[in-house]
């Protein structure tokens, strides 16, 4: 089953259910203090909040979404993308827990030529909060078995925006992929065995003060109880394809296609950190292709710097594989045209976002070129001096001046049988980091509420630096 037929099931299922059909939102809202539409329920907050009148009672979307927290896992897990489409249907004081519970759970057992997505109960989970009994009793009547549902605790199953307002238990529903994935346990035990697929969440009671999101006081029950849930529309692609991985469905696996044109190397080969690196290119291009088309530029801060640092990220997994020229334009070219069925107004933007695009990838190849020289004086210096050991200062030269990422410095170097002294870069690398968080700290950036955003709140609106700052030096 293709995405874009993923999506209109899960619309019509609601709609028929009475739900007003409520189209996504930019993935960029007019607030400071949020970076990127995190999740569907985002654009409804000041409905749930009680602060505007919804002009429906049940409203279901397909909401952009976009991740940053999530970034790691790219290429790594089987399961996170950048940028995801969460499919919701919210209920606002109208249906709860029952009905919540009954929607999702017909939607994913129906039959296909019934409507539904066809999955095997047999292979469904279902988990509850600790003391929710009332949700696992609704689950047992509509068929779930009790073997197969778990409660978890407030990290996992608990739902609150961080400050006062409302809050209450969740219940997710999860596919189990088989023994050949993983550990038998339910999800408690495996996660990528047991996939996460549907959040129910349960907005019951109201919270006050207390730090974060796991400690604070219940103050009582809601006035009027609400319902937000989240499906990820990749997953059930991912599940529903008969693939190993969400890179491997109809939207993502033709990037990696190109991308092995053009790089002559080979997915699913044999060598992880290549797979990975496929991987990085079609979830960073069509991350970077859904912000564009939403407005963003790229930049030295904020948003922009988001954008820039994923598309310098595709750029350096296609040298990496073995580019040598450009590739941009026709990854941009294959993510356009694998999402128009969803997303009909990217074909008329498919100019400007792919001159955006492109735009940068020059600009850091040039970038990269002129470093090769910087590169080229350094080693002939270390040479001439009779070292084998490129400088720390030199790796940091090339690093804050360039955006020369270390590994890429680490490998030319043993090409150029050189080794580099890693310590002495990491020393430069602390001091500099330091410095830039002392600066950012007395800024007191506009974006600097929400922790999961603090990585990249934290840099500030400073120069491009490279990508070893984000991830660990064995990525890209
Ligand atoms: P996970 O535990 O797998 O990271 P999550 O618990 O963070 O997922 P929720 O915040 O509950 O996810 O979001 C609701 C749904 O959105 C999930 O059940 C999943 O189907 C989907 N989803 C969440 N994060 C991603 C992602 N990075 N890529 C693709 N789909 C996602
Ligand atoms: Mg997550
Ligand atoms: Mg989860
Ligand atoms: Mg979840």
Redesign the pocket.
């Known amino acids: 089953m293709q995405t874009h037929e993923i999506r209109k099931r899960f619309t019509d299922h609601f709609v028929k259910a009475g739900h007003t059909q409520v189209p996504s939102a930019s993935l960029v809202l007019n607030d400071p203090n949020q970076l990127f539409v ?3 329920m985002v654009p409804f907050v000041p409905y749930f909040l009680g602060q505007q009148t919804p002009p429906y009672d049940r409203a279901t979307s397909i909401q952009k ?1 976009v ?1 940053t ?2 970034i790691e ?2 290429g790594i ?1 089987t ?8 499919a ?1 249907n919210f209920s606002f004081g109208d249906y709860f827990k029952r009905d919540a519970i009954r929607f999702a759970w017909t939607l994913l057992t129906n039959p296909v030529e019934e409507g539904g997505f066809g999955f095997d109960p047999e292979r469904l989970w279902s988990t509850v909060y600790l003391d929710d009994d009332e949700a696992r009793d609704l689950w047992l009547e509509v068929g779930q078995v009790p073997e197969r549902i778990q409660r978890r605790g407030m990290k ?1 199953n608990y739902w609150s925006m961080g400050i006062p307002g409302p809050c209450g238990p ?1 219940s ?2 999860f596919f189990d992929r088989g023994p050949e994935y993983g550990v038998e346990g339910g999800p408690e035990a495996d ?1 990528d065995r047991y ?5 129910l ?1 349960f907005m019951q009671n109201e919270r006050g003060q207390g730090t974060g999101k796991e400690s604070f006081e219940i103050l009582g029950e809601l006035p009027k109880k609400n319902i937000d ?8 692609a991912f599940l529903l394809q008969g693939v190993d991985n ?1 890179y491997d469905t109809d939207l993502l696996r033709p990037v990696i296609d190109r991308a092995q044109e053009l790089t002559g190397q080979r997915y699913n080969a044999g060598d992880a950190e290549h797979d990975r690196l496929f991987r990085v290119i079609a979830d960073h291009t069509r991350t970077a292709v859904m912000l564009i088309e939403d407005g963003v530029n790229p930049g030295n801060d904020g948003r922009g710097y988001v954008l820039r640092r994923l598309l310098r990220r595709v750029v350096r997994s296609a040298r990496l594989l073995g580019a040598t020229g450009e590739t941009m334009g026709v990854f941009v070219d294959t993510v356009i045209a694998t999402m128009t069925p969803s997303y009909p107004s990217l074909a008329d933007d498919a100019k400007r976002i792919r001159t955006v695009a492109t735009g940068e990838e020059q600009a850091f190849l040039k970038t990269l070129e002129q470093g090769t020289t910087l590169f080229g004086n350094a080693v002939d210096s270390t040479r001439s001096a009779g070292r084998t050991v490129l400088s720390g200062d030199d790796a940091f030269t090339l690093h804050d001046t360039y955006g020369f990422p270390i590994d890429l410095t680490l490998e030319m170097a043993s090409e150029a049988g050189l080794s580099v002294d890693e310590d002495g870069f990491r020393a430069l690398m602390t001091e500099q980091r330091q410095r830039a968080k002392d600066d950012a700290n007395s800024r007191k950036s506009a974006l600097a509420d929400l922790s999961v955003f603090r990585e990249f709140v934290d840099r500030g609106p400073t120069e491009f630096t490279g990508f070893d700052e984000l991830v660990s030096d064995a990525q890209v």
């Open positions: 995190i999740a569907g979404c991740r927290l999530d896992e790219v897990t399961r996170h993308n950048t940028f995801f489409q969460m919701g996992d969740c997710e529903i996660e996939i996460e697929i549907w959040n969440v849930t989240g499906m990820g529309v990749e997953r059930v969400v």
